[in-house]
């Protein structure tokens, strides 16, 4: 059982900046993040390997997100810049997977966060 604590989320106007947390208690082979705006599905937005540091990112974010970890901490990192209203969005961090996951699937991942709100105004 993995348990993760999210922070980090809060309001910021367009081409501002924020950074969110995740605490786990535990390491899988996939840390990811996801987000949901109202009345859409959850999606893909960044994920590492915890032992390789291989990072993934969807095509939206690259260039402006950055995902990161601490081992020392056992932490995963979201720097989120140049942010826009489309940013808009419950965040959630994830872990699970092995070798063979597909880390863009919400499916890999087993445990998930509570969710943080990031809102961005225009």
């Known amino acids: 059982q993995v348990q993760l604590v999210e922070s980090g989320g809060g309001l910021v106007q367009a081409g501002g900046s924020l950074r969110l947390s995740c605490a786990a208690s535990g390491r899988t082979y996939h840390m990811g993040w996801f987000r949901q705006a109202p009345g859409k599905d959850r999606e893909f937005v960044a994920a590492i390997g915890w032992n390789s540091g291989n990072t993934y990112y969807t095509d939206s974010v690259k260039g402006r997100f950055t995902i990161s970890r601490d081992s020392a901490k056992n932490t995963v990192y979201l720097q989120m810049s140049s942010l826009k209203p489309e940013d808009t969005a419950v965040y959630y961090c994830?872990?699970?997977?092995?070798?063979?996951?597909?880390?863009?699937?919400?499916?890999?991942?087993?445990?998930w966060g509570q969710g943080t709100q990031v809102t961005v105004s225009s």
């Open positions: 994830a872990a699970g997977g092995d070798y063979r996951s597909p880390y863009y699937r919400a499916s890999t991942y087993t445990y």
